[in-house]
Structures are given as structure tokens and as C-alpha cells.
């Protein structure tokens, strides 16, 4: 690949700078507040680059931001009550409250960790792997600083980016409890989330999505996260979300141990109808996952809003044909799961690919995830109790490769931008190129949390201890660990 492709990567319509889901740089320096009408315009012969905080205030646009906020509450939507819903129905009875409280606690704890140090960690000057402390509890940040967006002379508030990542800091870790769900301490899941966010999440979001900006980035052309200088593609998630929770999920799956009557005895969902609900939910939460994450409303957001949409429902019919084949009937359970993994697997792909790809890359999905979930795991008797790693770990990989075939314009994707020149332009594609640049980032993603999840896990293991009683365990984590039912009937 050229020099211009390792350190850009993006969605190539001129004078967009789409690269990676999150652009990643809120201007440091930012802290005076200038009112609209006195802020500077972009120069009338261009862009202006390095542009000052004042010339900054100029440059937000209020459907931008409004359409960032409506985003974050989709993606809250997405873990409370979505993945609460889809996760908690395809528990036993016993266990259904336990998984709703650890869902809703982690997403309550993540937050609070992100505004005090995740933020600065993943979204500040440090090095490749990590950034600083300038940003700790969001000291500099206000109403009048600013974040870049992937075009030249375009900002969002500062707090709306803020707020549209703490949402993915807090559902990411909340994925990675179905792989242990019906056998897991409360306290240790809380303690791991923290550390995990801290160790794990934060630096690879730091890796594949700190930049420093369309205007800043050809002046600081070192300025960046280890991944996202290599040229990765993620647009929404692929690396940093799925991948990285679904590895977190299959180690502690391991190191945890599966669960009393494990393959002896049957452990079917107690209520199809909350996973139907949490998965549909899921999936209207996703528009602001995915296409929140081209942090400006315009043509590309619609783009990622559709290639979600029927990437989406390819994966879902693909799956039913698949049981309808070998089974004989489909399941709705098949159906949801399915749908699931389609969205995992337009994730990293949704800003970049045509609808018609889009949909080619949901109707590979399924069959690949199917065999993990349906064949491998029996095979190799690891309790991914919900399947965690086989339809996020496995479908982030899929998506995140397949993302270098289908962006590739010649099968109407939309490319790369190169922000190694000011202002930026469209840059040259090389689909095996790319895809050697994903499948870097596809194992240094699995190497990292993989790694960091063990010690964790190990950790807590010998100290606090993972797992509850047997006792325990067999009446049901919602006695055990929180002293009240599900259902009182």
C-alpha cells in the first residue's frame, strides 16, 4: 500500500473525511467560547486549515448535533432495554433478573468511568497505543469546544462526541456477559468491567480511532492511533466493539467454566417473546450506531442508515433458509440471531459499502456464524452460554475483512480518503492491500483483549472468585446475588 493509504483511510466523497467509525480528535487546546455570529466562516478560496477555536464555532452545524444526540440515545437504547431484553429472555427463569441488573449496572458504571478517564484515554494526544490524561473527569471540555468530524472545516460540540462514545464504552462490556451469563458473581463482573474498559477498551479504541483530524492531521502526521495509522477500516465498531467483546467473552467463557449440566441438561430460552422484542429493538438502535457514526448528517449517514438496514435483513433470511434446509423449520431464535449477526457484520462496513454489497456481506454472515454456533462450539464444548463470540467475535472478523471488498469503488463502495494533504481528497483503492491492513487489525484486536481479558479474568479468579456456589448456582442467580425474583408467580 502507499504511504497515503497506511495513514488514511476513509469513505471517499470529495470533501468528506470518512475513515474510521468515530473520528477521533476533539480539539485540545479548546476553551474559549465564541458566539456564532462573531465566529470566523471558512475562508471564501477554501478550507482553512488549523482553524481556531472561534473559527471552530463557526463550523457546527445544528442538524449535525441534533442528529448526534438523537444517535446517543439510539445507541443507549441498544444496551437499556435492548440487549437487556435479548440477552435476559434467552436465560433460564431463575437467571432473568441477575442478567437485567448486570446489563444495567455495567452500563451505569462504564459511563461513569468513561467521563473520568476512558475519554482522555481514548481520545487524547498520548502515543499509538494509549492516550493521556489532558481530558481526566473532562477538565477542558465545555459548551464552546469542539470535536472534528471526517470533513475539512466541519465540528460537532465537544460534549455531543462525549456522549455518542460513552454509549459504545458502556455497551461493549455489556455484550461480553451472555458468553458466562446464568454463572457469574455480580461484584467480580463489576470489578473486570472496570479494568477491562480501562486495559482493553479504551487503548483499542485509541488505536483505531484517534486521529488528529482533517485539519490538523497533514501539520501532526504522527498524531494518531496505532491502527488507524496502519489504515484500517472501521466505520462503526467492527475492531473495537464486536471483535473485542466477543474474544473478551469466549475467554471468560473458558476461564469461568460451563455450567452445572452443561450438555446433560436442556436450558431453553424462558421467553422468546423478550428476545423478539430485544431484538428488534436492537436493530432500530442501530441506525444511531451506525450511522451516528459518520458524525454528520448527510448523504454518507443515509448510506450507513441503509446498508444497516438490509445487510441486516439478508442475515436474517439467510438464516432461517439455513434451518429450514437442515432442520426443516426455522426458529425465530435463528431469525433474531441472525439478524444480530448481520448487524455485527455491517458494523465496520456500513459507511463504506453499497446496499447491494451490503446485502452480499448479511447473506455470508449467517452461514459462518451458523457453524460456529450450531457445530464448532458442540464440538469443542466451550459454554458460550449466548453465543457471544460466535456471532460478534466471529461476525466483527467476517465484517472487518469484508469491509476491504466492498468498499473497493469498483464494486461501488466509497474508498478512502487520503488527509495526508490539506484539504483532503479521494485516494487511490488497493482491495489486497486493504485487506492485508484488516487482517493486522483483526489480530491485533484478538491478541490484545485476548491477552489482557485472561489476566483479568484469571485475577479475579484468585482473588475475589468468578463463580457462586453450586448451591447457589442451581437456585438461580436472582435469589443468590440480589435477593428478589424475576417473576412472583
Not at 483483549?449 to 484468585?462: E, M, N, R
Request: proline share 5%.
Amino acid at each position: 500500500m502507499t504511504f497515503a493509504n497506511k495513514i488514511a483511510a476513509g469513505a471517499g466523497a470529495a470533501g468528506l473525511a470518512l475513515f474510521a467509525a468515530l473520528p477521533a480528535w476533539a480539539q485540545e487546546a479548546a476553551t474559549a467560547v465564541a458566539a456564532p455570529a462573531e465566529a470566523a466562516a471558512p475562508a471564501a478560496d477554501g478550507p482553512i486549515k488549523g482553524p481556531t477555536v472561534e473559527q471552530m464555532a463557526g463550523m457546527v452545524d445544528k442538524g449535525d448535533t441534533a442528529w448526534m444526540l438523537v444517535s446517543s440515545a439510539l445507541v443507549l437504547l441498544m444496551s437499556i432495554p435492548a440487549l437487556a431484553l435479548f440477552y435476559g429472555g434467552l436465560v433460564r427463569t431463575k437467571n432473568m433478573l441477575s442478567l437485567l441488573m448486570q446489563v444495567f449496572m455495567i452500563v451505569s458504571v462504564a459511563a461513569l468511568v468513561w467521563v473520568s478517564w476512558g475519554y482522555s484515554l481514548a481520545f487524547t494526544s498520548g502515543n499509538g497505543f494509549i492516550g493521556g490524561f489532558d481530558k481526566i473527569f473532562l477538565q477542558g471540555v465545555n459548551a464552546g469546544t469542539y470535536a472534528a468530524t471526517f470533513s475539512n472545516n466541519v465540528y460537532i460540540p465537544e460534549y455531543a462526541f462525549v456522549a455518542f462514545q460513552m454509549t459504545f464504552a458502556c455497551i461493549t462490556p455489556a455484550l461480553i456477559v451472555g458468553a458466562f451469563a446464568e454463572r457469574i458473581k455480580f461484584t467480580p463482573l463489576i470489578i473486570f468491567t472496570v479494568l477491562w474498559l480501562t486495559f482493553a477498551y479504551f487503548p483499542i479504541a485509541h488505536m483505531v480511532w484517534y486521529w488528529a483530524g482533517p485539519d490538523f492531521l497533514v501539520d501532526a502526521p504522527a498524531d494518531m492511533g496505532l491502527l488507524w495509522g496502519w489504515g484500517a477500516l472501521d466505520f462503526a465498531g467492527g475492531t473495537v466493539v464486536h471483535i473485542n467483546a466477543g474474544i473478551a467473552g469466549l475467554i471468560g467463557c473458558l476461564i469461568v467454566g460451563p455450567r452445572l449440566g452443561f450438555g446433560k441438561e436442556a436450558t431453553p430460552p424462558h421467553s422468546m417473546t423478550m428476545t423478539m422484542i430485544g431484538a428488534a429493538l436492537l436493530w432500530v438502535g442501530w441506525f444511531g450506531f451506525n450511522a451516528g457514526s459518520n458524525l454528520e448528517s448527510n448523504g454518507l449517514a443515509a448510506l450507513a442508515f441503509v446498508n444497516t438496514f438490509v445487510a441486516t435483513a439478508a442475515a436474517a433470511v439467510s438464516w432461517a433458509l439455513i434451518e429450514q434446509f437442515r432442520h426443516g423449520k426455522p426458529s425465530l431464535l435463528g431469525a433474531v440471531t441472525g439478524a444480530v449477526a448481520g448487524l455485527v457484520a455491517i458494523t465496520p462496513a456500513s459507511g463504506f459499502a453499497a446496499p447491494m454489497t451490503a446485502i452480499l456481506l448479511g447473506l455470508v454472515v449467517s452461514p459462518i456464524c451458523f457453524f460456529f454456533v450450531s457445530y464448532l462450539k458442540g464440538k469443542l464444548k466451550y459454554d458460550d452460554t449466548l453465543d457471544v463470540f460466535g456471532v460478534h467475535g466471529i461476525g466483527g472478523i467476517v465484517g472487518a475483512l469484508g469491509t476491504a471488498i466492498v468498499a473497493d469503488p469498483s464494486l461501488g463502495g466509497q474508498g478512502w480518503i487520503d488527509y495526508t494533504v490539506f484539504p483532503a481528497v479521494p485516494g487511490e483503492y488497493d482491495m489486497a492491500g486493504q485487506f492485508m491492513t484488516q487482517l493486522w487489525a483483526v489480530g491485533t484486536t484478538i491478541l490484545w483483549t485476548a491477552v489482557v481479558s485472561a489476566v483479568l479474568f484469571y485475577g479475579l479468579k484468585l482473588t475475589t472468585g468468578l463463580r457462586p456456589t453450586e448451591e447457589a448456582e442451581r437456585e438461580g442467580l436472582d435469589l443468590s446475588e440480589h435477593g428478589e425474583r424475576a417473576y412472583n408467580y
